[in-house]
């Protein structure tokens, strides 16, 4: 099993910076790719980014490519997602979810953090 809490989430206006972060325990964390994926109001779960088990790799959605950066600190065993230039369509809760092979689909991630709320106001 893997636990994962995220936090950071709150509002901000359109512009503004927000940091998540995911705090993972539970079995050996740094052998598990990590996403960050989003569920905006009315919408289905999408992968915004994640990250290789060494941070070596990562993805990023095209519609956040160049403003969100995802980072892990295998030592503090937490994956970061530093948002920048935030719009009101970011809004969504946040999820981390980990997996040792990370599936096609973003819901078939193995295990899930109970998320955390974003949202930017215009």
């Known amino acids: 099993q893997v636990q994962l809490v995220e936090s950071g989430g709150g509002s901000v206006q359109a512009g503004g910076s927000l940091r998540l972060s995911c705090v993972a325990s539970?079995?050996?964390?740094?052998?598990?790719?990590i996403g960050w994926i989003r569920q905006g109001p009315g919408q289905e779960r999408g992968l915004v980014a994640a990250?290789?088990?060494?941070?070596?790799?990562?993805f990023y959605a095209t519609s956040v490519k160049g403003r969100f950066t995802i980072s892990r600190d295998n030592a503090k065993n937490t994956v970061y997602l530093q948002m920048s230039s935030l719009k009101p369509e970011d809004t969504a809760d946040y999820y981390c979810?980990?997996?040792?092979?990370?599936?096609?689909?973003?819901?078939?991630?193995?295990?899930w953090g109970q998320g955390t709320q974003v949202t930017v106001s215009s």
């Open positions: 979810a980990a997996d040792t092979s990370p599936p096609a689909l973003a819901s078939e991630w193995d295990y």
């Open positions: 539970g079995r050996t964390v740094s052998n598990y790719a």
């Open positions: 990250i290789s088990p060494n941070g070596g790799s990562t």
